[in-house]
């Protein structure tokens, strides 16, 4: 070759290379174009994520685009082949302007928070695009068809968005079905039928997760095409048909198969489990199963020895699967979750089931499970909860459970379950919730046990069974509890101040037992209470003001106990009503629907003279009847002495000592003896029980008879009939006294200066009442307001 072809050949090789360098600076620079375009629909960037952004011709300092964050461009820096900007919390929508990165392999644009609807564009990538992520948003509307055309797309993620309407068609079935292997389309709003035709080959495909849509009809035949699959999730849609056994069957690489809350049936009616646990049988690698929430039929087959032994999860609750737990479920060497709840099992728990020692969680719960607990129970070294609730067992506890050192839950409540709490459960010292409630159990609460759980973060529930004595103190030790309940037992003594210890405590029930005394004020001081319940109970004195300051408490119920004092409805009582202090006569106040505190008043009343002597003479027959006796008028007033036997004949006549308490009593056989107009030994010859038990067995609703007789020897002649009522209220008020005054322990009664004040509020209450004064001479009228 001559030297001027030489130069010429040279010339023609600096021209192309300055022109493919011209081109490759064209490409570059368009595809920052079409990001510069996409960020500026982006109206928010909390973190600067996209602050590198910045055009070249408009910046000295500007990053070349290959740089910029979440941008990858190829080996020879000419186009830009990836984009994820994932979890940078944008806002905006989604640039149609992202379709002209026309190399690009991957867009990863999950766990923002775009809106508006997918740009339709995006499908012109079907020469490049593999991966496709816009998962985590807030994208809206249908599924473009044209992401149909994306043949070479591997992966596709499309879940946890607002998306409606149908999947396309075209999505399962065009040249994708060569390459696909990975599709999530889950927790949106999709409805129709999974879009799987006959001549539909999704050979590739490894997982399948339509969870939480609107999708009807069957799993599709030709899924079963799809032999590699490993995980299926169909979960919480509106699938019907037959459980897929066709279908799974041909799945030998399968692992996760989640197909609960749909309504899928089982075979024959919904009678026949066996089929489809047949076909799990050649799913070797199978490790999780859920079939919850579908009310299947059937028993549980014995050829559930056939299924995994790589199994760890088994969920078939909230079906109707019947008869006895089968033995060979004990194959299923690593299982740590069975879940059979909710069903209509039968039969004992079997023992066999205690060789999964691998066990973590055990939920067997309502059903109609009968027999004792296996002490092999206790021999399963990893269960950390054990729900075995709503089921029929009885017999006691086993000290076996002593040996779960890992037990967080144990849920026995609502069974036959009798004996004492055992001592042994206090060697389960990371127990976070203990429910027995519901069942026979008897004795004390164990101190033992209580001293022990102090990791008890959640709750401890004992109530409604048979426990007696008082409270240990050992709970006030539990400082991390959110909730305890003891009510509808037999417990009794005082409660004790220092449950104020509880500082994490939420919730307090100690309704429905003996507790007496006052209820302690360090309750209401604990600072997240938000609801006590104190009901039918014998509690005495005054709400301590502590609960009224409390600005976590919401719901309260004092009812049925024998507080007294003024009530307001300030504070943390200001939106309660009457229906939480029922029950509780000596209670007065502001909190709506209550009694209200009387106000003294200047008229006199035509029942003045026997309010006066009721207050009056117990005063004088017991604390004065001493110094009568030593004064000159001792032996003359035989009548004081008839008296003063009257009074404490009832009480300290059963070999009770004396105390002020008796004093109260005998007060309060006074007051029952005036309404009733009859005497405490008429009572005892005639109905062969004492006045008290007399006219409580008359209490509340048998009463009329009582007031009616008691109208017609007290009320004055002349009266309206109108004041009929103030009347009642008035006698009812003195027989509700008369019973608190006469309860059977001293403990429980008001001491005296409660009852004078109960008598004298009772006495304003009269004074207030214009309407006793209608119908009297002027005269009369007079002189009472003088």
């Not at 249908?142 to 879940?159: A, Q």
């Not at 909860?385 to 002593?402: E, H, M, Q, V």
């Not at 069942?439 to 069974?465: A, D, H």
């Not at 305890?484 to 919730?507: R, V």
Request: charged letters at 15%.
């Amino acid at each position: 070759m001559d030297s001027c072809s030489l130069l010429s050949f040279s010339f023609l090789i600096i021209v192309m290379t300055v022109l493919a360098s011209k081109d490759k600076d064209e490409l570059i620079k368009r595809d920052q174009n079409s990001l510069l375009s996409f960020r500026s629909s982006i109206v928010s960037d909390p973190h600067n994520s996209l602050s590198t952004w910045v055009s070249s011709s408009t910046s000295s300092s500007s990053v070349d685009v290959c740089n910029w964050f979440g941008v990858k461009c190829n080996n020879d820096s000419t186009r830009v082949i990836e984009l994820d900007i994932s979890g940078q919390d944008l806002r905006g929508e989604i640039s149609p302007s992202i379709a002209n990165l026309t190399a690009l392999t991957v867009l990863d644009l999950s766990r923002n928070l775009f809106t508006g609807e997918i740009p339709r564009e995006i499908g012109s990538l079907h020469k490049t695009l593999k991966q496709l992520s816009l998962s985590e948003n807030l994208l809206q509307g249908n599924i473009p068809h044209e992401l149909g055309s994306l043949n070479r797309l591997v992966y596709l993620d499309l879940g946890t968005n607002r998306l409606t309407g149908q999947i396309p068609v075209e999505l399962f079935c065009n040249g994708s079905s060569s390459s696909l292997q990975y599709i999530d389309i889950s927790n949106n709003s999709l409805t129709g039928e999974i879009p799987l035709k006959n001549h539909c080959h999704l050979r590739e495909l490894r997982f399948l997760l339509l969870w939480s849509n609107k999708l009807v009809g069957d799993v599709p035949p030709s899924l079963s095409n799809s032999t590699n699959l490993k995980w299926i999730d169909l979960e919480s849609n509106l699938l019907t048909g037959e459980l897929p056994s066709q279908v799974i069957t041909n799945m030998p690489h399968l692992q996760f198969l989640y197909l609960s809350y749909n309504h899928f049936v089982s075979h024959n009616n919904n009678t026949n489990l066996e089929p489809f646990f047949a076909s799990l049988a050649n799913s070797s690698d199978l490790q999780e199963l859920e079939l919850a929430g579908n009310s299947l039929g059937g028993e549980m087959p014995s050829s559930v020895r056939h299924l995994s032994v790589n199994l760890v999860q088994i969920h078939l609750d909230q079906n109707r699967i019947h008869g006895s737990i089968p033995p060979e479920i004990s194959n299923l060497l690593n299982l740590t979750l069975l879940n059979l709840s909710s069903n209509l099992l039968t039969g004992p728990i079997p023992r066999e089931l205690c060789k999964l020692s691998k066990l973590e969680r055990v939920y067997l719960s309502n059903n109609l499970l009968t027999g004792e607990l296996p002490v092999e129970l206790g021999d399963i070294p990893r269960l950390g909860l054990l729900d075995l609730s709503r089921n029929k067992l009885s017999g006691s506890i086993p000290d076996s459970f002593a040996n779960l050192s890992q037990l967080r839950r144990l849920l026995l409540y609502g069974n036959h379950l009798s004996g004492t709490v055992p001592r042994s459960l206090g060697k389960c010292i990371n127990l976070e919730i203990l429910d027995l409630s519901h069942n026979n159990l008897s004795g004390k609460i164990p101190p033992e046990v209580v001293s022990n759980l102090r990791n008890l973060k959640i709750y401890l529930n004992l109530s409604s069974n048979h426990l007696t004595g008082a409270i240990p103190l050992e709970l006030s030790k539990m400082d991390m509890v959110l909730s305890i309940d003891l009510s509808s037992n037999e417990l009794s003594g005082k409660i004790p101040p220092q449950l104020g210890s509880c500082i994490a405590l939420e919730h307090l029930n100690l309704s429905r037992n003996g507790f007496f005394g006052p209820l302690p004020a360090s309750l209401g001081q604990l600072p997240y209470l938000k609801e006590l319940d104190v009901a039918l109970n014998r509690l005495t004195g005054a709400i301590p003001p502590s609960f009224q300051r409390s600005s976590t408490l919401k719901n309260l119920n004092f009812s049925f106990n024998m507080f007294s004092g003024n009530v307001s409805d300030r504070g943390s009582f200001s939106k309660l009503t009457i229906e939480s202090f029922l029950g509780d006569p000596l209670l007065c106040g502001s909190v709506k629907g209550m009694q209200t505190c009387k106000k003294k008043h200047k008229y006199a009343v035509v029942l003045l003279p026997v309010l006066l002597s009721l207050i009056v003479t117990p005063f004088l027959c017991v604390f004065g009847y001493p110094l009568v006796r030593r004064s000159r008028f001792g032996k003359n007033l035989t009548s004081l002495n008839i008296i003063i036997c009257f009074f404490f004949k009832s009480e300290y006549g059963m070999g009770r000592r004396a105390s002020i308490h008796g004093d109260v009593y005998s007060f309060g056989v006074l007051l029952l003896e005036i309404v009733s107009g009859r005497r405490p030994t008429d009572v005892a010859v005639n109905g062969g029980s004492s006045l008290h038990e007399f006219i409580k067995s008359h209490y509340p609703n048998s009463l009329e008879g009582i007031i009616e007789q008691a109208l017609i020897r007290w009320k004055p002649q002349g009266k309206p009939e109108r004041c009929d009522k103030l009347w009642r209220e008035v006698i009812l008020e003195m027989i509700e006294l008369g019973l608190v005054c006469t309860q059977y322990t001293p403990s429980t009664r008001p001491n005296m200066l409660d009852v004078a004040h109960e008598m004298g509020r009772l006495k304003e209450y009269l004074f207030a009442s214009p309407s006793l004064l209608h119908n009297q001479p002027q005269g009369t009228q007079g002189e009472a307001i003088s």
